[in-house]
């Protein structure tokens, strides 16, 4: 770390001023500080969702950067304070915690670069004394990030799907916009409060539903998985029910500010709440007793407990963080920015046991949703595992197997589901090692078998008829969820087809039922590999005092 000098004065520089900036903060204080720090946030959240500027990549790096430095060093224990005070934003405060947050920032990402040069992903130069560049060491980078286009273009295709859906509930908007005005009020001059509305209800949990259906975060379990006794469905209906309460929200604060010029949007858009009301609001919508519906709600809390488990870089923000004895703050920018992650973090977290059981279940539930696109009329499947042993020793086994009756041509697949490799930086370069070297392990294998195995041996293995087996037509596919490549020096072996889940479904889209075979996706996932494509990495600097640093490489967890 002797050559990363510059990088790690910012960093300690940076970490000091943060500590003295909030130093001797009362607890009064410091609640007034959190509520202005995630006011600010969600100001930042909606100006990207409202498409307000062409900044939003950039907004949202400010977010997850600097965020989990914020509450490493703000957030206290709040469970035995009574009360949280509750007044509005003045020019000073939001100057104050603007001042705050662009310290945290700069700290955050030095910290992030700091942690990728010392795992070897990025090399550091220095230009002059109080100038330096960082890029990346690999010879084919980035590819995480052109990889998670594919996921991202997958939930595009998923929303346009449904259009009609969407065209159809918002043309109840203007009617239930005019119901909204007539629920909503100003609150002590400076807030507000509104009524509520069965329909108006619903029709937000509606729109909350459409917005779940094209995330690709959420499917790693079957709704029957159980976490704590309790089954993974009941999860995702209270985050439907979390998010539609925030949409309901935003859209109240929106014919608020219009009926009320004086309101400002930064004072009204985060929310406190007290944790008893929303708990049995939840409880009902749930349908569930009041002690399930206390588990589920505390998988979406942050308080003093947790705090450890989101001070790195890469947490996703909190949908609620414990601000009293009695209340929560609900931030908008945690319900509706990543909110899946924070819940996934947190039952991974709390029950690892179900957690490793229930995803030994994930490789059928993937072998099935790989088989829906092979027509049983053409195509041989086999739904389970096929263990290849050696005088009784397993060697290597294939995940998925499809036999094409009509060409020949057979596929053996592994299927990688991983975790998301954004959690933290170690956990990024764990699984990319991961699942390179099991990978790598598994061709090489499978490629041996083939070599050496007669083909009437391998019939009995597959349980088919050896006419039915030609080795010549044998084709290799590692299909990873989220990920399939990784950025290295090294492209995959090019006896192999590797590729990402939703690359393949788009892959599978350009094709007819008809004209889709082993083959042409073989060489189309080939064709269509990252390492092919132009990769344009914009430079952007960071200054800092005196210092600078050139980035010529961009955030490892902004893919």
């Given at each position: 770390m002797g050559n990363t000098t510059l990088i790690k004065k910012i960093k300690d520089h940076a970490l000091n001023r943060v500590e003295k900036y909030i130093s001797g903060l009362s607890i009064r204080e410091q609640q007034l500080f959190i509520n202005e720090v995630i006011r600010y946030y969600d100001q930042i959240y909606d100006s990207v969702l409202h498409e307000s500027h062409e900044n939003s990549e950039k907004d949202l790096n400010f977010i997850d950067f600097s965020l989990p430095i914020a509450f490493r060093y703000l957030y206290k224990d709040y469970n035995n304070v009574k009360g949280c005070p509750l007044t509005p934003s003045t020019p000073q405060s939001i100057q104050s915690v603007k001042t705050f947050l662009d310290i945290c920032f700069k700290a955050g990402l030095m910290e992030n670069y700091e942690e990728l040069l010392r795992f070897g992903v990025l090399k550091y130069e220095l230009i002059r004394e109080k100038n330096a560049r960082l890029s990346y060491m690999n010879t084919h980078y980035s590819i995480e990030r052109y990889e998670k286009t594919k996921s991202v273009k997958y939930s595009h295709a998923i929303l346009n799907s449904l259009g009609d859906e969407y065209i159809k509930g918002f043309s109840q908007l203007p009617r239930i916009i005019k119901k909204m005005e007539k629920l909503v009020y100003t609150w002590n001059y400076n807030f507000i409060g509104y009524d509520a509305d069965p329909e108006v209800d619903h029709f937000f949990i509606r729109n909350a539903q459409l917005d779940f259906v094209q995330a690709t975060e959420w499917d790693g379990f079957s709704p029957t998985s159980e976490f704590g006794g309790i089954e993974y469905h009941f999860f995702l209906e209270a985050l439907i029910a979390i998010e539609s309460i925030s949409l309901k929200h935003l859209q109240f604060v929106e014919i608020a500010t219009k009926k009320d010029p004086i309101l400002e949007k930064i004072n009204i858009l985060p929310l406190v709440v007290d944790y008893d009301v929303f708990l049995d609001s939840l409880t009902y919508i749930l349908g569930v007793s009041k002690e399930t519906s206390e588990y589920i709600f505390d998988k979406?809390?942050?308080?003093?407990?947790?705090?450890?488990?989101?001070?790195?870089?890469?947490?996703?923000?909190?949908?609620?963080?414990?601000?009293?004895?009695?209340?929560?703050?609900?931030?908008?920018?945690?319900?509706?920015?990543?909110?899946?992650?924070?819940?996934?973090?947190?039952?991974?977290?709390?029950?690892?046991?179900?957690?490793?059981?229930?995803?030994?279940?994930?490789?059928?539930?993937?072998?099935?949703e790989l088989y829906k696109y092979f027509d049983d009329k053409r195509f041989i499947t086999f739904d389970r595992s096929i263990d290849i042993?050696?005088?009784?020793?397993?060697?290597?086994?294939?995940?998925?197997?499809?036999?094409d009756k009509e060409t020949g041509d057979i596929a053996f697949i592994q299927l990688k589901w991983q975790d998301s490799i954004y959690e933290s930086t170690r956990s990024f370069i764990s699984k990319r090692k991961n699942y390179i070297e099991k990978s790598k392990k598994w061709v090489n294998d499978i490629e041996q078998w083939i070599n050496t195995v007669s083909e009437k041996r391998m019939a009995d293995f597959l349980q088919l008829s050896p006419q039915l087996i030609n080795k010549d037509k044998i084709k290799l596919f590692v299909i990873g969820r989220h990920n399939g490549n990784y950025s290295g020096d090294e492209k995959p072996y090019s006896n192999t087809a590797w590729c990402q889940w939703y690359n393949l479904l788009e892959l599978i889209g350009t094709l007819t039922s008809e004209s889709?075979?082993?083959?042409?996706?073989?060489?189309l996932i080939q064709e269509e590999s990252p390492y092919n494509q132009k990769n344009e990495i914009k430079t952007s600097e960071i200054i800092y005092g005196n210092y600078s640093v050139e980035l010529v490489a961009p955030p490892y967890n902004q893919a």
């Open positions: 979406f809390i942050y308080d003093d407990k947790k705090k450890k488990y989101y001070s790195h870089i890469g947490s996703p923000v909190p949908l609620f963080i414990r601000i009293s004895s009695t209340q929560l703050l609900r931030s908008f920018t945690g319900c509706i920015h990543r909110p899946i992650d924070f819940m996934l973090s947190e039952l991974k977290r709390q029950y690892s046991i179900d957690w490793d059981r229930n995803t030994r279940e994930r490789e059928q539930l993937f072998r099935n042993s050696d005088n009784g020793r397993i060697i290597t086994d294939i995940d998925a197997c499809i036999l889709i075979t082993i083959t042409k996706l073989f060489e």
